[in-house]
């Protein structure tokens, strides 16, 4: 039924009409071979898709750890993004330190890379649990508004960290992945694919591939971790009402200690991704991740872990069509209306559906 | 106070006559606060191995707070609470929870999100494993919770959600069990349900201390009663001499 799959775009003969604006929805044919030709305008929405699908999945890390936090203790963890900065600066500063460079061995690199992922996790873990020590959980039977403004302080004070550690200006990412890996494109190389996209344009590159498949067995193992074990089912009872889990036996502030190791976790994962995807490093880089991030558990309805791994994809997938892809049907569309596009959303949902696409209203406690 | 003066000669008698039994609970002069509200002013309770005692009084009386005080989410600001002759005022509550003592919260309390199984298996949560008998057991007072075991807990009955409280309790295998409102919100011919069962969980060898505004049931199947009015203990007397005390008649069963 394929037939003989390809895919061919790009080519001026058969892009005749394009000036004529989009031709988007009858842009995919099959030519009398059984080839698939896919206009430009398709090649695009599929490239920003792939891009799309990388930021999202590490928006969906840093808002499992807004959410894993909320679900508990009803705060929102204003310094989170800024735990996912510190493991991308941790990580960063861990490649230079064990010395190993884009010119050692592949197994070199990939042990580095395998050891500075664990390692970014421990590290925003352990800090995520001690910001919470030191700061929030004096303020457990505080109004909600002290431990909020806490953790943006938290924030502030770990920018600041970040700005004595790296200095204020952006800086470029270890040099560990040899660039040919990084922009090496499965679509042209690997056997199969390589028959099939041999004159499309379409690039998944191997670093594409890397954030995915990072993220992907985190999600499962968070999930088998959430569902499956007794920590993770105190942490479920605890979020679901706090007093009948101590009545229980659940120790309540041991819980609320492994969500802030988890979600910190998380975050020093997606850290380290960050990094080696954009191959860059800031001080902000945490605002601007957390700030997706936190949209993101909202509109999948915060509090809901699967609500923030949907929420963190549809926002990925906004964010990137919104910077590169919109701007092939509204002339001067760019990442300039991103964050105008994503709040807007945000506010769209919290007038007309408050607990989000997945949240749950709240359970009457007769 | 002049008032449990003039009422406690009968209660003296009736403490004295269980003195040799073995204390399970004891509860010395407890005062607990909510903020700058005394909730609880010099409350002391006795509660020996084997009883049914009951906690009755009115709205707002303190009957629940002093299970908090007991269960170890609430701290008394003075006084103590001992179980089995061992201070447990000021432990947190998963701390006496390991000490097999099980509450069944005022409002049922149950995990809404979670199956009926799940909630019965957060019940043995102390204890690491659930154990097949007393899940038989809990199935067996309770039949209903064994045709909803996949039910989440949230979308059952007030009454079905009683007995997944309750059944959850049961799961610690606790030494001593304290129900709060067992009956509120139910239909009476559940309540009588409820009670018999509480009764044949005692005989089953645990201590019981009942919370109850049903005073009339609460006395019907208890040994011992205690009268809570506005934080204090208004009177305390076996549950015979109480369902016989003209103002207890009065206040707490509705009689004119």
Known sequence: MLGPVRVRDGNPWHMSDAASGCRFGSGIERDEMGILLMDFEWTLFFQFMIIGLASGSLIALIALGYTLVYGIIELINFAHGEVFMMGAFFAATLVVVTGVTSDSSTGLIVSVLILTLLASMAFSGLLNAAIDKLAYSRLRKAPRLAPLIAAIGMSFILQNIAIYWKGPNPFTGPDLIPSEIRSYNVLQEWPLLRDWFADSTLRLRLIDLFVIGVTIPLLIILSWFVYRTRIGTAMRATAQDREAAALMGIDINRTIGVAFLLGGGLAGAAGMVALFYNNSGRFQMGFTYGLFAFTAAVLGGIGNLAGAVVGGFLIGLIWSYSDGFMGTFVSGWGSQWTNSVIFSILILVLVFRPSGLLGQEVADKV | ?256
């Open chain 2, 1 to 256: 106070m002049s008032q449990t003066a003039t009422l406690s000669p009968t209660g003296d008698s009736a403490v004295g006559t269980h003195a040799t039994a073995t204390k399970m609970l004891e509860l010395r002069d407890v005062n607990t606060y909510y903020g700058h509200i005394h909730a609880l002013k010099g409350i002391t309770i006795d509660v020996n191995q084997g009883e049914i005692v009951t906690l009755i009084g009115s709205n707002g009386a303190g009957k629940s707070t002093t299970l908090k005080t007991i269960s170890g989410l609430l701290a008394p600001r003075t006084g103590e609470v001992l179980l089995r002759g061992k201070r447990i005022s000021g432990v947190p509550a998963h701390k006496v929870a390991a000490m097999r003592v099980a509450q069944s919260p005022e409002g049922r309390r149950v995990f809404p999100r979670m199956s009926v199984l799940e909630n019965l298996q957060m019940g043995a949560f102390v204890h690491g494993k659930m154990d097949p008998d007393d899940l038989a057991r809990v199935f067996d007072l309770f039949p209903r919770l064994k045709e909803r075991i996949n039910q989440k807990a949230g979308t059952m009955s007030g009454g079905e959600q009683q007995m997944l409280a309750i059944g959850r309790a049961l799961m610690a295998k606790p030494d001593l069990l304290l129900l709060d409102e067992p009956s509120m919100g139910l239909a009476p011919i559940l309540v009588e349900g409820i009670f018999s069962i509480v009764q044949d969980i005692n005989k089953q060898g645990t201590t019981v201390l009942l919370v109850e505004q049903n005073a009339l049931m609460a006395l019907g199947i208890a040994q011992r009663g205690y009268v809570l009015q506005t934080g204090s203990i208004l009177l305390t007397d076996n549950a015979q001499a109480l369902l016989r005390n003209e103002m207890v008649r009065k206040a707490y069963l509705g009689e004119v």
